[in-house]
T-cell receptor, first 112, second 115 residues
Framework: DAGITQSPRYKITETGRQVTLMCHQT?????MFWYRQDLGHGLRLIYY???????DKGEVPDGYVVSRSKTENFPLTLESATRSQTSVYFC???????????FGDGTRLSIL | AQSVAQPEDQVNVAEGNPLTVKCTYS??????LFWYVQYPNRGLQFLLK??????LVKGSYGFEAEFNKSQTSFHLKKPSALVSDSALYFC?????????????FGRGTSLIVHP
C-alpha cells in the first residue's frame, strides 16, 4: 500500500542504549522530515532531507543522527538514549516544497 | 523569518454550532498556509492549504479557512461541528521569499465538541 510507515510503533529502552527509528515512504517524495512531539512544545523539527544523501539539522538535532542512502528511507538513530528523549517521534514526507506533508503514525519511545 | 501563532490552547463548542480555530502568521514574503488535524495516536493529516487565489479555501471533512492578508490570519472554520471533529489542530506557514522549504507549525489547538 502506498503511504508512509514508521516502525516500531512503540519502543521501550534504557538510557545509554542506541535505538533506531525507521521511516519508509512509497511515493518517492524528495523531502523527508523527523519531528518530536511533546506536551507543551508542539512539534519540533529534528532533522530534514531534500534528497538522498542530503540532510540538515533542524531545531533540536543534538543526540540524534540520520541517514538517507535511499530516497524512500529516512532512519533516525539515538546514539546514546537519554530520558529527555522520551517522546513521540513523527516522520513526514513531501513531494514538492509547496505541497503538504504526509505524516506517519509515529513511534512512541520511552527511555527508562 | 516566519512564525505562526495559535492563540487558543483549547476551543470548546457544542455539536451543531459553528466552530472557529484561530491562526495568525508572520512572513516576509507571501505565505503558504496549511491546516492539519491530529487524532489520538495518529499522525497529522492534511486538511487544506492556501497558496494563492481565492481567499476562502475549502478542505476535507467540511472544513474551510479564510485567508486574510490585512489581518495576517488564516482561521479554520466549519458551519456545524460534529463530536467526531474533536481533535488537535495545527496551523503551519512557509514564507515564499525564504530560502528554506521548512514550514513552521503552531503549538496546536485542542478542539472539543460537546454532544
Amino acid at each position: 500500500d502506498a503511504g508512509i510507515t514508521q516502525s516500531p510503533r512503540y519502543k521501550i529502552t534504557e538510557t545509554g542504549r542506541q535505538v533506531t527509528l525507521m521511516c519508509h515512504q512509497t511515493w518517492s517524495h524528495s523531502y523527508m522530515f523527523w519531528y518530536r512531539q511533546d506536551l507543551g512544545h508542539g512539534l519540533r523539527l529534528i532533522y530534514y532531507s531534500a534528497a538522498a544523501d542530503i540532510t540538515d539539522k533542524g531545531e533540536v538535532p543534538d543526540g540524534y543522527v540520520v541517514s538517507r542512502s535511499k530516497t524512500e528511507n529516512f532512519p533516525l538513530t539515538l546514539e546514546s538514549a537519554t530520558r529527555s528523549q522520551t517522546s513521540v517521534y513523527f516522520c513526514a514526507s513531501a513531494g514538492e516544497i509547496n505541497q503538504p506533508q504526509h505524516f506517519g503514525d509515529g513511534t512512541r519511545l520511552s527511555i527508562l | 523569518a516566519q512564525s505562526v501563532a495559535q492563540p487558543e490552547d483549547q476551543v470548546n463548542v457544542a455539536e451543531g454550532n459553528p466552530l472557529t480555530v484561530k491562526c495568525t502568521y508572520s512572513v516576509s514574503g507571501n505565505p503558504y498556509l496549511f491546516w492539519y488535524v491530529q487524532y489520538p495516536n495518529r499522525g497529522l493529516q492534511f486538511l487544506l492549504k492556501y497558496i494563492t487565489g481565492d481567499n476562502l479555501v475549502k478542505g476535507s471533512y467540511g472544513f474551510e479557512a479564510e485567508f486574510n492578508k490585512s489581518q495576517t490570519s488564516f482561521h479554520l472554520k466549519k458551519p456545524s461541528a460534529l463530536v467526531s471533529d474533536s481533535a488537535l489542530y495545527f496551523c503551519a506557514v512557509r514564507d515564499s521569499s525564504g530560502g528554506s522549504y521548512i514550514p513552521t507549525f503552531g503549538r496546536g489547538t485542542s478542539l472539543i465538541v460537546h454532544p
